[in-house]
């Protein structure tokens, strides 16, 4: 079990440029969580999908952020015209079920660094 | 929405003395468990604690804590601290279809 993996580790980007985020969860886990970290806010919820199916984008910045998951094996998170307050480290999680409070198995995180 | 609150920051410790770590909540869906996750440098943050049953003491790694549903409490404790734990330490309460709310994160550095 490789755990979940998130590629790429750094990523540093100019403003207005994109980033696009890539993670893998673990095989056999039906739900993917992204969030991310700093030191200001701790860890924020971003979205997460069940079953490939979004379920709750709440803490997604509405104008530039957007996640997918195309099949159970990935998920990106994609970031347009990034900004310097983006910077930030995120991290992707999974999770064998969705009901009963399972613990969620994180990923090392990408760190993206907006120049 | 739920919110979990880490008042301290940064908690300093001499190794072999006792270290506790506050968290609160608040929660107006219904809440099904409690976590403390671990976060060593360079790594993944990964569950150290987890519960869902009020007034029961929950035991993993030395480290301690109990559900207070009617203080809305989940401190974690440990009586003799090491050097090995110093790491970022994580409150967290998972509500319906395991979204997790994070703290802000208490950061322990423990002195030899």
């Known amino acids: 079990n490789a755990g979940v993996i998130q590629t790429p580790r750094h990523k540093v980007t100019g403003k207005g440029q994109e980033a696009t985020l890539w993670c893998e969860p673990i095989?056999?886990?039906?739900?993917v969580f992204w969030y991310r970290q700093t030191i200001v806010q701790g860890l924020e919820f971003l979205t997460y999908?069940?079953?490939?199916?979004?379920?709750?984008d709440s803490g997604m910045p509405k104008e530039r952020f957007s996640a997918q998951m195309p099949n159970q094996s990935h998920s990106t998170l994609k970031i347009q015209s990034t900004q310097p307050q983006d910077s930030a480290v995120y991290l992707c999680?999974?999770?064998?079920?969705?009901?009963?409070?399972?613990?969620?198995?994180f990923g090392s995180g990408t760190r993206l660094t907006v120049l | 929405g739920d919110s979990v609150t880490q008042t301290e920051g940064l908690v300093t410790v001499t190794e072999g003395l006792p270290v506790k770590l506050n968290c609160t909540y608040q929660t107006t869906y219904l809440t099904i468990a409690f976590f403390w996750y671990v976060q060593y440098l360079n790594e993944a943050p990964q569950v150290l604690l987890r519960s869902s049953t009020d007034n029961k003491r929950t035991e993993h790694q030395g480290f301690h804590a109990t559900l207070h549903k009617s203080s809305s409490s989940f401190h974690l404790q440990k009586s003799s601290a090491q050097l090995s734990d110093s790491a970022l330490y994580y409150c967290a309460l998972a509500s319906a279809g395991n979204k997790l709310t994070f703290g802000i994160g208490t950061r322990v550095l423990v002195r030899p």
């Open positions: 999680a999974s999770s064998s079920r969705t009901s009963s409070a399972e613990t969620l198995y």
């Open positions: 999908f069940r079953n490939q199916a979004p379920i709750d």
């Open positions: 095989s056999g886990h039906s739900a």
